[in-house]
């Protein structure tokens, strides 16, 4: 069962593609052998992945033929193409708010970087052989995958940019089809692709996530490395389940079945023998945003170096040994999850960064390749050289523990300005609860100014980030306008509102750029005028006056700089504009006009 639905402003031959797969669903039957279906992985015995067309296309096909396998549009991505989910539920059911209430759903994400492609061929034969009976169906989980997300970076083939990758013969490229690398958009959501997962992720509410990706670094034994996500981050028993019972069984089965699979390698350009620390998944990659939902999330890492063939393979047998898993624990993951978000409400403070805890750490028995340090023939300077006729066997320390650095006191809630549309969208598209104000009222709020950060001197993802954001706050009575919205903290949603409104957190959207007009000044002075009135407030300011005396004499730099004096003395006037660094989002400590 399918549907599918195309823009019409397409060239003849993409329209004569898309006749030709209609024409196809007019038939009904149902094959009994995987030599029916077979993938172009398979037809080019390991060599090459399927492109997008031949993607659709044998999904289509499988929908067609089983009533198991669902497949649907959901919306638009940059490339103009619309992007598809694939269900597959042995019990024929597709309404998602029906199957929540038996049966566990597992959310299986490809192709987001199109030239890491394993995850696209794996799933496709795991579909495949799933329907045709070559592996049992479970009983208790239903697999949604979105079978290429990257369309546009799928679409823009070739066989070069991946420098260091053995195979495919060719492949997609990392951007999308505006060059937006869409592993840093999920917060600041600047694709439609991103945009259309907000769609799909709270249509589905999966339990668990996998994101299939191949890694960039360093030379070792493993064919597989996974990344899940963080799990003191993740907190409480959601994350003990995580580390302490799915990860290990993870492991345990695919070594059982004689697969190598380690955490992910987090070095660059150094020996991992050294020792590492787990990945953080902040909210701007899939399995961190996926995280702020209380899903189990995780990122697959085939190894580059690694044939594709061997890759592929590899990507397939962790996916069957996640659906062995989450069939076996499938009830307590769904009750884990509903405690989280239950637990969450209760919740007095919430951690806005992370640091590594260097007390802790697990030792992980890692098998390498010896690596050494050479004279480089291309600069002449030291290189980093691993040989294979080498392999070793090594306990190496893997601090996989961080501690907040930072928390703030949760609010009721927060109070965000009209106007700020871009931001609202996003509230929507992710389904947050919210009330619009229908009369002016007012609010007792916590109050923040912006009193320091930095930025990225070069462009980031279509931005220039901030970081090491300091703020300082104020209590105060204040009155809010009809049209301005109620935001309020005890939702599903939680998380997601305080990573992304606390200026301080990693990807807020004050980070992420969404607030800067508020840090230009619109108003100044002409220091000739201002020189008269400066004066006079010194005499007439006491406080004012030892103030300023004082910042004279701690900064040097200051006492020097006759126009930072008077721009300070400027802004402790009645003539400095109030909304210069003030964050227009507030903190709702209560609503006195009730």
Same mark, same amino acid.
């Given at each position: 069962?399918?549907?599918?639905?195309?823009?019409?402003?397409?060239?003849?031959?993409?329209?004569?593609?898309?006749?030709?797969?209609?024409?196809?669903?007019?038939?009904?039957?149902?094959?009994?052998?995987?030599?029916?279906?077979?993938?172009?992985?398979?037809?080019?015995?390991?060599?090459?992945?399927?492109?997008?067309?031949?993607?659709?296309?044998?999904?289509?096909?499988?929908?067609?033929?089983?009533?198991?396998?669902?497949?649907?549009?959901?919306?638009?991505?940059?490339?103009?193409?619309?992007?598809?989910?694939?269900?597959?539920?042995?019990?024929?059911?597709?309404?998602?708010?029906?199957?929540?209430?038996?049966?566990?759903?597992?959310?299986?994400?490809?192709?987001?970087?199109?030239?890491?492609?394993?995850?696209?061929?794996?799933?496709?034969?795991?579909?495949?052989?799933?329907?045709?009976?070559?592996?049992?169906?479970?009983?208790?989980?239903?697999?949604?995958?979105?079978?290429?997300?990257?369309?546009?970076?799928?679409?823009?083939?070739?066989?070069?940019?991946?420098?260091?990758?053995?195979?495919?013969?060719?492949?997609?490229?990392?951007?999308?089809?505006?060059?937006?690398?869409?592993?840093?958009?999920?917060?600041?959501?600047?694709?439609?692709?991103?945009?259309?997962?907000?769609?799909?992720?709270?249509?589905?509410?999966?339990?668990?996530?996998?994101?299939?990706?191949?890694?960039?670094?360093?030379?070792?034994?493993?064919?597989?490395?996974?990344?899940?996500?963080?799990?003191?981050?993740?907190?409480?028993?959601?994350?003990?389940?995580?580390?302490?019972?799915?990860?290990?069984?993870?492991?345990?089965?695919?070594?059982?079945?004689?697969?190598?699979?380690?955490?992910?390698?987090?070095?660059?350009?150094?020996?991992?023998?050294?020792?590492?620390?787990?990945?953080?998944?902040?909210?701007?990659?899939?399995?961190?945003?996926?995280?702020?939902?209380?899903?189990?999330?995780?990122?697959?890492?085939?190894?580059?170096?690694?044939?594709?063939?061997?890759?592929?393979?590899?990507?397939?047998?962790?996916?069957?040994?996640?659906?062995?898993?989450?069939?076996?624990?499938?009830?307590?993951?769904?009750?884990?999850?509903?405690?989280?978000?239950?637990?969450?409400?209760?919740?007095?403070?919430?951690?806005?960064?992370?640091?590594?805890?260097?007390?802790?750490?697990?030792?992980?028995?890692?098998?390498?390749?010896?690596?050494?340090?050479?004279?480089? +023939?291309?600069?002449?300077?030291?290189?980093?050289?691993?040989?294979?006729?080498?392999?070793?066997?090594?306990?190496?320390?893997?601090?996989?523990?961080?501690?907040?650095?930072?928390?703030?006191?949760?609010?009721?809630?927060?109070?965000?300005?009209?106007?700020?549309?871009?931001?609202?969208?996003?509230?929507?598209?992710?389904?947050?609860?919210?009330?619009?104000?229908?009369?002016?009222?007012?609010?007792?709020?916590?109050?923040?100014?912006?009193?320091?950060?930095?930025?990225?001197?070069?462009?980031?993802?279509?931005?220039?980030?901030?970081?090491?954001?300091?703020?300082?706050?104020?209590?105060?009575?204040?009155?809010?306008?009809?049209?301005?919205?109620?935001?309020?903290?005890?939702?599903?949603?939680?998380?997601?509102?305080?990573?992304?409104?606390?200026?301080?957190?990693?990807?807020?959207?004050?980070?992420?750029?969404?607030?800067?007009?508020?840090?230009?000044?619109? +108003?100044?002075?002409?220091?000739?005028?201002?020189?008269?009135?400066?004066?006079?407030?010194?005499? +007439?300011?006491?406080?004012?006056?030892?103030?300023? +005396?004082?910042?004279?004499?701690?900064?040097?730099?200051?006492?020097?700089?006759?126009?930072?004096?008077?721009?300070?003395?400027?802004?402790?006037?009645?003539?400095?504009?109030?909304?210069?660094?003030?964050?227009?989002?507030?903190?709702?400590?209560?609503?006195?006009?009730?």
């Amino acid at each position: 069962m399918y549907f599918i639905l195309y823009p019409l402003k397409k060239p003849i031959w993409q329209i004569a593609w898309i006749a030709s797969l209609f024409l196809v669903s007019c038939e009904t039957n149902t094959p009994d052998n995987t030599e029916s279906f077979p993938t172009h992985f398979e037809l080019s015995e390991g060599k090459e992945t399927a492109t997008y067309f031949e993607t659709i296309d044998f999904y289509v096909r499988l929908a067609k033929d089983f009533p198991e396998v669902n497949m649907q549009t959901i919306g638009e991505t940059d490339s103009g193409y619309p992007l598809h989910i694939i269900t597959y539920n042995p019990e024929g059911d597709f309404n998602f708010p029906k199957i929540r209430n038996d049966k566990s759903i597992l959310l299986i994400n490809n192709g987001i970087h199109p030239g890491e492609s394993d995850g696209i061929d794996a799933t496709m034969l795991l579909y495949r052989d799933l329907v045709t009976g070559k592996i049992n169906s479970p009983k208790n989980t239903v697999l949604v995958t979105i079978p290429i997300f990257n369309i546009g970076g799928s679409l823009n083939r070739n066989s070069t940019t991946r420098a260091n990758q053995n195979g495919p013969k060719s492949y997609g490229f990392r951007g999308n089809a505006l060059n937006y690398d869409l592993n840093r958009d999920f917060i600041k959501g600047d694709t439609e692709n991103v945009r259309t997962f907000y769609k799909i992720f709270h249509l589905i509410k999966p339990d668990v996530f996998i994101d299939n990706h191949v890694s960039n670094g360093a030379d070792y034994q493993y064919t597989l490395t996974h990344l899940f996500t963080q799990h003191n981050k993740l907190g409480g028993e959601l994350g003990h389940f995580v580390n302490d019972i799915m990860m290990p069984a993870l492991e345990n089965g695919l070594m059982e079945d004689n697969m190598l699979i380690t955490p992910y390698v987090n070095v660059f350009n150094a020996p991992p023998e050294i020792g590492f620390s787990q990945f953080m998944d902040y909210p701007r990659y899939s399995t961190g945003y996926t995280t702020l939902w209380n899903t189990l999330g995780m990122m697959v890492e085939t190894h580059m170096l690694k044939p594709y063939r061997q890759r592929v393979e590899g990507t397939y047998a962790l996916m069957q040994k996640m659906i062995e898993i989450v069939e076996t624990d499938h009830q307590k993951i769904k009750l884990l999850r509903t405690e989280a978000n239950h637990l969450q409400k209760q919740l007095r403070y919430y951690p806005v960064s992370w640091e590594v805890d260097t007390t802790k750490s697990t030792t992980i028995s890692f098998k390498g390749f010896k690596a050494d340090t050479l004279t480089s +023939e291309v600069t002449g300077l030291p290189r980093l050289k691993y040989d294979r006729s080498k392999p070793f066997t090594k306990k190496i320390q893997y601090q996989n523990f961080f501690k907040p650095k930072d928390s703030v006191k949760i609010p009721k809630g927060y109070l965000l300005k009209k106007g700020w549309t871009k931001v609202i969208s996003l509230l929507d598209l992710n389904e947050i609860d919210y009330r619009v104000l229908q009369k002016d009222s007012v609010f007792r709020v916590e109050s923040y100014r912006i009193e320091d950060y930095q930025t990225v001197k070069s462009p980031y993802e279509g931005h220039y980030p901030h970081y090491k954001t300091q703020v300082s706050s104020t209590q105060r009575e204040q009155q809010f306008e009809q049209g301005d919205l109620f935001i309020p903290i005890a939702q599903y949603g939680m998380r997601y509102l305080l990573e992304t409104l606390e200026p301080q957190a990693h990807d807020s959207f004050f980070n992420w750029n969404f607030f800067d007009p508020i840090l230009q000044q619109k +108003e100044g002075f002409s220091p000739y005028v201002f020189e008269d009135e400066a004066l006079q407030l010194l005499k +007439e300011n006491e406080n004012l006056r030892n103030r300023f +005396e004082h910042k004279k004499t701690i900064e040097p730099e200051f006492s020097k700089d006759w126009y930072a004096q008077l721009d300070w003395l400027f802004k402790q006037s009645e003539h400095y504009e109030a909304s210069h660094m003030q964050y227009p989002v507030y903190r709702v400590i209560k609503n006195t006009s009730e």
